[in-house]
């Protein structure tokens, strides 16, 4: 058998390093992949973008299935496109990644089927964006409608603060046509986390909760990123709490898009702020978090071939994968200057030394290969991930790995999984 993944990042490479190890493939392919990837995989020069260039790929190749990494080709319809092909491919057609594509869908949605979320208003002016902030109450936050890689969310401490965020996203369109309508929401206070499943449309497969740092400086504390670490399990996510979440947000929600006629299919993630008034949903995304899933697939011990056969034969309650007891910490070693600009080019030291360490892997995210060499290139350069049998030992395996790894300008965060360790005492 033959699969695709598509995208270039860590959680690509932690897709294809799983999918590698299955029983039934006989070869993966990745569009774009990157350096490490291409030492699992053939990598094809093709954008995720580019939907018609990967399914001529796709066609011509005779790829039996695609399982699609990153937010971008699912809402321009990748699957969609498959599909008519007469092609397999794992994730949500166009009107379902939807749910992630619009916040305004997403809260909609949510107000309607009354899942828990913060409360807000939608504006599609900045005048009358502005005539409510005059009046609101803060922080507050003012979210982008659209995709913004991840920047779209802007948390307003003043007024002041709240009228730049709305001049930059509506006015200045700094996240482009993202920017033309943006919701306004109740700030909430609580701790984090990620809660991702796998779905046919109607069964759902729960992965054990994962936490993300999205924050670039140690504390918390700096502009947002895509995520500079994870680990899973989250202690916050108690065994309640998990059943919580099912049954109040996750079940509901995939019953919802369905009677809306957006039958969703493929990972559904739920970033989760766990309030005094208990889970609420922040946001919706349309796929497997990054860094989340390297820890995840990690942590992973079935195949998970069968998984995504499942969900695209509609026969999830079939499946029921097993995990390791152990937890897993994933910790982003990025370039000087993310999520700003960053230089690329330079040469990556001590990779095999750290690779040599037992129970860690390092999945590559911006890394070019050449002449056997690494280079860096991209501002999340490696996602050095190990398992431990508690967070504590799973973190000093990370950092261990990490120590021996240097380039010229890199940066990391040196907490990551601090907070698990502090939720454990309480
Ligand atoms: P989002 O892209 O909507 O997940 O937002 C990015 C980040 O902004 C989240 O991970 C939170 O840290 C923060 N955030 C978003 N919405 C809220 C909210 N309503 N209250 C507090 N923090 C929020
Ligand atoms: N780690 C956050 C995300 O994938 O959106």
Sequence with gaps: MKVLVVGSGGREHALVWKISQSEGVDKVYCAPGNGGISLQAECIPVGPDDINGIKDFALKEGIDLTVVGPELPLTLGIVDAFEEAGLKIFGPGRKAAEIEGSKVFAKELMRRYSIPTADYRVFDGPEKARAFLERAS?????????????????????????????????????????????????FLEGEEASFIVATDGERIVAFPSSQDHKALYDGDKGPNTGGMGAYSPAPVVTRDLEEEIMERIIKPTVKAMDREGRPYRGFLYAGLMITGDGPKVLEFNCRLGDPE??????????????????????????????WDERAS?????????????????????????????????????????????????????LGVTSLGRTIKEAIE??????????????????????????????
């Excluded at 001049?167 to 109740?186: P, Q, T, W």
């Excluded at 026969?315 to 097993?322: A, V, W």
């Design 329 to 381: 910490v994933c910790v982003v070693m990025a370039s000087r200057g993310y999520p700003g600009s960053y230089e690329k080019g330079k040469e990556i030291k001590g990779l095999e030394e750290a690779q040599r360490l037992k129970d860690v892997v390092i999945f590559h995210s911006g890394t070019e290969r050449r002449d056997s060499r690494f280079y860096t290139a991209g501002g999340r350069v």
């Design 293 to 322: 899933a390297q820890p995840l697939l990690m942590r992973m011990k079935s195949d998970i071939l069968p998984l995504l056969e499942a969900g695209l034969s509609g026969e999830m309650g079939r499946i029921n994968p097993s």
């Design 138 to 186: 803060y922080p507050t936050v003012v979210k982008a409608d659209g995709l913004a890689g991840g920047k779209g969310a802007i948390i307003c401490r003043t007024r002041e603060e709240a009228f730049r965020a709305i001049e930059d996203i509506m006015e200045k369109r700094v996240f482009g046509e993202a920017g033309s309508k943006v919701v306004v929401e109740e």
């Design 397 to 426: 395996k990370a950092y261990g790995a990490v120590s021996h790894i240097r380039w010229e300008g890199v940066y990391y965060r040196k907490d990551i999984g601090a907070k698990a360790l502090a939720e454990r005492r309480s």
